[in-house]
């Protein structure tokens, strides 16, 4: 028997890219099956939140 789940989420991404650091909010979905071998994304999506300000973990802010 197949049962699927959904997952709705969000979260901060930082490192670099080419030596120019990068930090960017992000919102994602992503679908999950399971089978007889366990539990398997099958769908993912992911989008850049562009509010222009992204909270730090002391409170502040850095745009």
């Known amino acids: 028997m197949l049962r699927r789940r959904e ?6 991404l ?8 990068l930090v960017a909010r992000m919102r994602y979905t992503r679908t999950w099956v399971r089978d007889q071998a366990g539990w398997k994304i099958v769908a993912a999506q992911a ?17």
Do not use: M, N
């Open 7 to 12: 997952g709705l989420g969000a979260g901060t």
């Open 14 to 21: 930082e490192g670099s890219i080419g030596g120019q650091p």
């Open 47 to 63: 989008t850049f939140v562009t509010d222009g300000l992204l909270d730090t973990d002391d409170g502040t802010h850095r745009g």
